[in-house]
């Protein structure tokens, strides 16, 4: 589950990089003209539209990366307690045999 969650967060890094640029691209338009231009153009072909989703996408992708490194927390806790609690065990086990430990 870590590798698939260093993988998901290696995409989610690389989607807000593009869309950065994509919208660093868009900041050249300071003249009036071009800017009303563009966001007709825009408006046409639905790019706030575009957008949104995307930004609903990473949004999902993120909780989705949250909840797997939980999960791959909570698992290896897990496991920690396992090893904790074997190890009493054999403590357990030389104290009642009377042999130091």
């Known amino acids: 589950m870590a590798r698939s969650a260093n993988r998901l967060h290696a995409v989610l890094l690389e989607v ?14 300071s003249d009036m003209y071009a800017a009303r231009l563009y966001r007709l153009a825009a408006g046409k072909v639905g790019v706030p539209d575009y957008k949104n989703l995307v930004t609903q996408k990473l949004r999902t992708a993120e909780e989705l990366y949250d909840y797997m490194v939980e999960q791959f927390n909570q698992s290896r806790a ?17 104290l009642f045999r009377g042999q130091p430990s």
């Open 16 to 29: 807000s990089e593009l869309t950065e640029h994509a919208d660093n691209a868009i900041k050249f338009l």
């Open 78 to 94: 897990f496991f920690l307690e396992v090893v904790v609690v074997l190890i009493l065990l054999i403590e357990l086990v030389f």
